[in-house]
C-alpha cells in the first residue's frame, strides 16, 4: 500500500532531540506467550528507537515500553513526554522515529516533508489512546460538582469568577460553595489536551466561548487565567492553589475534584467507558489519505452515558521509512501497543479506555504495511 504525498514544503527545524528514557521491566504473561504482535522470547530484535509527543499518554507510554522490552530485550525505546506539538515538531524535522500527538496531523502539516519517511509518502495517525479529559478543581470541601458547558466556558473565559456564583449554585443545589474567587489554570505549552478541550468548549458552548479553538493558549486571551507546563505542571498548579480549576487527562486527576459534564438531560462523570462511548459514536474525519485512521469527535452528543470530552491520541508514524532498522522497531511497538495485551498494560498503569476489537484490527492492518 503506497501513500502519496499532497504536496511538499521546507522541513520544519528541529526540536531539542534530548529524550527522557521511560524503560522499565514488565513480568511476562503469566502463560509465557507472547503479545500480540511482537517477539517470542528469543527475540532477534535489536537497536534503539525514540519518540516524542503527548504528556496525557506519558503513563501508558511507560507501561508500553516495559511490556514490549521484556519481550525483546536487547530494544531499547524512550520517549519523551513533550507535548504533542513538540512531538509532532521532532517527528516531521526527523529527530523521533514515531510521535505521540492529542490531535492528528493538520493539513497543512501534511503538506510538508517529513525526514524520516521515504520522499513521496504519507504518515498515519493511527487512534492507540482513549482517555477522558477531566476538569480537576480544588475547593476546601467540595469533591465533585455538576457544570453544564456554558459555566465552564464562562469560568475560563473570565465571566465567573467566584465559587458561589449562582450558575454555578444551581447546578449544585446541596453543595455549600465558598465566596472563594475562582483561579483557571491552563496548559502553557502547545497541548493537543488544550485543542481539545477548547473544541468541547467552541462546540457546546459557541455563545460562551468566542475564541474558537487552539492549542496554544494565547498570551492575550483570559488574562486571568494561569499558564503551566505539561500536564504534570496544570495538577500541581490546580493542587498547590486554591479556588483553582484546570483541565487534564483525567488518568492524573488524583484526589482532585472533578466535574461531571450536563450532557442532554443528565450529568455524566467522567469514566473510561464513557470515554470509549463517545469515540464509538463519532464518525472518521472526511478526506484523509488512505490509512489515516483520524476520528472526528462528536462533542454535542446527548446519548445517555456518553462523555463527550474526550482525548484521543494518535501514535504518528511513517508507512515507509528511509532507515529499515527503524522500520522494523517501530511495526513492531505499534503492533504490542495497539495488541490486547499492550492496551490492558496501557489501562492498568493510566486508566485509559481499551480501544476496541474492531478499531484494533484495522490500526494492524495499517501497521502491517510500515516497511
Known amino acids: 500500500m503506497k501513500f502519496t504525498k499532497l504536496g511538499r514544503a521546507a522541513v520544519i527545524a528541529a526540536a531539542g532531540t534530548l529524550l527522557l528514557s521511560s524503560c522499565a521491566a ?11 504482535g511482537t517477539q517470542a522470547a528469543g527475540s532477534t530484535l535489536s537497536g534503539d528507537v525514540a519518540g516524542a509527543g503527548a504528556s496525557s499518554m506519558g ?25 504533542s506539538g513538540a512531538g509532532r515538531e521532532q517527528f516531521i524535522a526527523g529527530g523521533v522515529s514515531f510521535a505521540g500527538s492529542d490531535a492528528y496531523l493538520k493539513d497543512e502539516e501534511l503538506e510538508g516533508e517529513f525526514a524520516a519517511c521515504v520522499p513521496d509518502t ?7 489512546y482513549i482517555s477522558p479529559i477531566a476538569i480537576i478543581f480544588n475547593v476546601e470541601g467540595v469533591d465533585s ?13 473570565g465571566q465567573i469568577t467566584s465559587w458561589d456564583d449562582p450558575a454555578i449554585a444551581e447546578q449544585n443545589e446541596g453543595v455549600e460553595l465558598p465566596a472563594t474567587p475562582i483561579q483557571p489554570v491552563h496548559r502553557s505549552d502547545d ?22 479553538v487552539f492549542e496554544t493558549w ?14 504534570s505542571g496544570v495538577v500541581d498548579a490546580v493542587s498547590n492553589g486554591t479556588g483553582t480549576i484546570g483541565y487534564a487527562d483525567a488518568s492524573r486527576a488524583g484526589d482532585l475534584g472533578t ?51 474526550v482525548l484521543i491520541s494518535y501514535a504518528i508514524a511513517c508507512t515507509e ?25 496501557g489501562e492498568a498503569n493510566a486508566g485509559n479506555a481499551p480501544i476496541s476489537d474492531a478499531l484494533r484490527g484495522e490500526i494492524l492492518d495499517v501497521v502491517e504495511t510500515i516497511k
Open 259 to 309: 466535574v461531571a459534564l450536563k450532557v442532554g438531560e443528565e450529568y455524566v462523570p467522567f469514566t473510561a467507558e464513557a470515554a470509549a462511548a463517545a469515540v464509538d459514536a463519532s464518525p472518521r474525519v472526511e478526506g484523509r489519505h488512505d490509512g489515516d485512521i483520524a476520528v472526528e469527535l462528536d462533542r454535542t452528543t446527548t446519548e445517555a452515558g456518553v462523555y463527550p470530552l
Open 26 to 36: 514488565n513480568e511476562p504473561a503469566a502463560d509465557g506467550a507472547a503479545p500480540e
Open 59 to 83: 503513563a501508558a507510554q511507560e507501561a508500553w515500553i516495559a511490556g514490549f522490552q521484556t519481550e525483546n530485550p536487547d530494544v531499547n525505546v524512550t520517549y519523551d513526554p513533550a507535548g
Open 191 to 212: 497541548s493537543g489536551t488544550t485543542e481539545n478541550f477548547t473544541e468541547y468548549l467552541a462546540a457546546t458552548a459557541a455563545a460562551d466561548w468566542t475564541e474558537g
Open 145 to 157: 460538582l455538576n457544570l453544564d458547558a456554558s459555566t465552564i466556558a464562562k469560568i475560563f473565559s
Open 122 to 128: 504519507l504518515p498515519v495517525d493511527l487512534p492507540v
Open 218 to 231: 494565547p498570551s492575550s486571551v483570559y488574562s486571568t487565567s494561569e499558564g503551566a507546563q505539561g500536564t
Open 321 to 345: 521509512y528511509q532507515d529499515a532498522e527503524a522500520a522494523e522497531l517501530v511495526k513492531a511497538y505499534l503492533s504490542y501497543v495497539a495488541s490486547e495485551e499492550g492496551q490492558l498494560a
